[in-house]
């Protein structure tokens, strides 16, 4: 039966206006008939205790009133099935209108009480019946999802259910108030049903969910708790490791620095047995008395003395043949005659003789001149030689010979050189593992106060000026220290390659190429100091000054002698407050200028790579080159040198004169600065 009803409720909605006019006929009977009612109270009491609700939905039609019974087959011949719709406000227009036909024609008898009391079970009755109903029809409508086609073709079912439940529900006296009431408590009792089901659904959902999202919580709990044992644990082996090396630094410290000291005596065992052989072969620095003035002087070795003594017989064998040919031609003059007169044999004879004479003196000139060669081999072998001897003496009377460890940071290991007021030594950077230059300024014991301090302040201006460059084409500073009192360091990259004296030294003249490249990069580190933000002019470029690493690449050191360029100095430059200062071989003319200040700018290096480059040339400088400083100065030779003259040999190209003509223009004025000449295309490579 439920689902017959199910299908009835859920009817299409094309039935309402049959469903309108139905409710209307009802209600007209149920007027009709309310007088009859009141006169009969006895028999509506009997009747409603009668209609329990097992007989209205379980009885048959002949239980109803006959008068019902033909209304409502009536009302199915002319109107149709009669179909009840879950329409709350067509329910309560109905109820509305019922309640108040019962109450005024109930009003005036005894059975109003007893007729709510029946009407109250019966409604109760009738929901619980409607929720179990309801709650089956809806399973079953999900499981068939029928269409509208099913409500058609259930149509008929309906039909009969809808006559035997208005047969069961409906009396004459108040059949509209329970049908009402059945159908409003059915609609809300039904939402309500839904509305808990899909809550109960959504609230079974979220559990599972929650469940779900605390297993996942439980898990990201676990995990980060293992992350955390696991933190803890890399942190403590990190400590461990740390407390490891801090154990293990100076222990590690102290066998790098016993083998670069092993490698270091090595080295200079192996230094001072060249120097030892070398001395044979080239000569040594010997000793001479001259009263109570002792003197040094240089002693040439064997290998030189057999060169010499070569040269003196290749001379001595060619006099000897020049007075032969002197005194062969002197016969010939004198016995012209007699030669004549004894035929032409001993014409030829003679100039056999004088032929053989040439030859012999033409072969003598190339024996000389390989000797000359040779010799020349071994004077710069000799200069070799005697750099490397000063250097040891140098090493042997450094206080610094012991391979002392500086600042627990910088392995001393040999020296490299000494200047004026300062030592250069190979060391090691212990905590950046690579080898650097240490340069250590010591201040004389016997200078004043002031003129320590002003070397002190020189020497930190240039690592204020030095530390903050960074070109691949200059030396960098790494680090500054004190060491004592009188002693500071300063930590420079190192260089393995010689410097551009030395190379001059050993090849005086270089390929236009080699030349021309070394010079390229020289001026690439001129160019980065004048695109700064505060200009430098480097105001030292000369040969000792260009460094080379292992693979050629050129970089440009010591800033003792560099000036800031102030932003408010004009295109005139700045003035040299430290004239006198410097090489003069390869400063300008300006800083020669006496009866007034100078003012300098970058120019000052132009001139400066000008001299070099020629130099790197043509094997010697354009200007006072075998004159010494002082001459040079107290001569005006540079700033006499208004042209600059180029010897015939060696070929160099007209480019490479013209960029050393615009580098050594004499007025200031006119020679270009650094980022003008930088243009030119002498320095630029283009592919072709």
């Known amino acids: 039966m439920s689902d017959d009803m199910i299908l009835h409720f859920t009817s299409n909605s094309s039935n309402q206006s049959d469903q309108s006019s139905k409710i209307a006929k009802l209600e007209a ?28 939905f379980g009885g048959t039609q002949d239980s109803r009133p006959e008068s019902l019974v033909d209304s409502d087959d009536s009302d199915d011949d002319s109107g ?69 086609a099913s409500s058609a073709s259930g149509r008929g079912r309906g039909h009969r259910v809808t006559d035997q439940a208005r047969n069961q529900m409906f009396s004459p006296s108040n059949g509209q108030v329970e049908n009402s009431n059945q159908k409003d408590g059915f609609s809300k009792e039904q939402l309500g049903h839904d509305s808990q089901s899909s809550t109960e659904d959504e609230a079974t959902s979220l559990r599972v969910k929650v469940a779900t999202l605390g297993e996942e919580l439980k898990k990201l709990r676990e995990e980060a708790s293992d992350y955390r044992n696991k933190c803890e644990q890399l942190e403590k082996e990190l400590k461990d490791f740390k407390d490891y090396e801090q154990q293990m630094k100076p222990k590690r410290m102290k066998v790098i620095s016993d083998l670069l000291i092993s490698v270091s005596k090595a080295e200079r065992q192996e230094a ?36 010499n003594t070569q040269l003196r017989s290749l001379l001595e064998t060619k006099e000897a043949i020049e007075r032969q040919r002197k005194s062969l031609k002197k016969r010939q003059s004198d016995k012209g005659d007699l030669a004549e007169a004894e035929g032409g044999v001993q014409e030829e004879d003679l100039l056999i003789q004088d032929e053989i004479y040439k030859s012999r003196l033409a072969s003598i000139k190339r024996e000389e001149e390989a000797v000359m060669r040779e010799r020349d081999r071994y004077e710069l072998e000799k200069g070799r030689l005697i750099r490397e001897m000063k250097r040891i003496r140098d090493e042997d009377g450094s206080r610094f010979n012991n391979f002392q460890i500086l600042n627990h940071h910088y392995a001393l290991l040999n020296l490299l050189g000494k200047g004026g007021f300062s030592e250069v030594y190979k060391a090691f950077d212990l905590v950046e593992h690579r080898y650097v230059a240490c340069k250590l300024h010591g201040l004389n014991a016997q200078w004043s106060e002031d003129k320590k301090q002003s070397y002190i302040r020189h020497a930190i201006r240039e690592y204020n000026i030095h530390k ?22 300063t930590v420079l990259e190192y260089c393995s390659g010689k410097d551009l004296d030395a190379v001059l030294k050993a090849t005086p003249m270089l390929p236009e190429r080699e030349a021309r490249i070394i010079i390229v990069q020289i001026f690439q580190g001129l160019v980065y100091l004048n695109k700064r933000s505060q200009k430098i002019i480097h105001y030292d470029l000369k040969p000792g000054n260009v460094l080379f690493d292992d693979f050629g690449v050129a970089k440009v050191t ?45 120019k ?38 208004r042209k600059v003259e180029f010897p015939a040999r060696p070929s160099v190209s007209n480019e490479a004169k013209d960029f050393i003509r615009r580098c050594l223009t004499y007025n200031q004025a006119e020679r270009p600065d650094v980022l003008t000449i930088a243009q030119d295309p002498y320095l630029n490579y283009t592919k072709k």
């Open 29 to 56: 009977r149920l007027v009709g008939k309310a007088s009859s009612a009141v006169a009969s109270q006895p028999q509506v009491q009997a009747q409603l205790n009668s209609w329990s609700a097992p007989a209205r």
């Open 80 to 148: 149709g099935a009669f179909l009840i719709q879950a329409n709350t406000q067509k329910r309560r227009k109905v109820e509305e209108n019922s309640g108040t036909t019962v109450v005024e024609h109930v009003e005036g008898g005894n059975i109003s009480g007893n007729v709510h009391q029946a009407a109250a079970d019966a409604k109760q009755k009738t929901i619980e019946t409607m929720d179990s109903t309801k709650a089956a029809a809806d399973i079953n409508k999900r499981k068939q999802g029928r269409g509208r």
């Open 272 to 307: 001072r047995m060249k120097v030892r052989q070398d001395s044979l072969r080239l000569g040594n620095v010997g000793v001479i008395r001259a009263g109570t003035v002792i003197s040094e002087a240089w002693e040439d070795g064997q290998a030189l003395k057999d060169l």
């Open 468 to 489: 903050t460059l960074v070109h691949h084409h200059i030396v960098r500073l790494w680090d500054i220290f004190e060491i004592d009192q009188n002693t500071f360091c």
């Open 558 to 602: 010591d800033f003792g002698l560099s000036k800031i360029v102030e932003d408010d100095v004009g295109s005139q430059g700045m003035e040299l407050t430290s004239q006198g200062a410097g090489t003069y071989w390869y400063l300008p003319p300006e800083c020669f200028e006496l009866n007034k200040t100078p003012l300098i700018s970058s």
């Open 604 to 641: 000052v290096d132009v001139w400066s790579a000008g001299i070099l480059l020629y130099q790197m040339l043509f094997g010697r400088r354009p200007f006072g080159h075998d004159q010494t400083q002082e001459r040079i100065l107290r001569e005006d030779t540079i700033i006499k040198a």
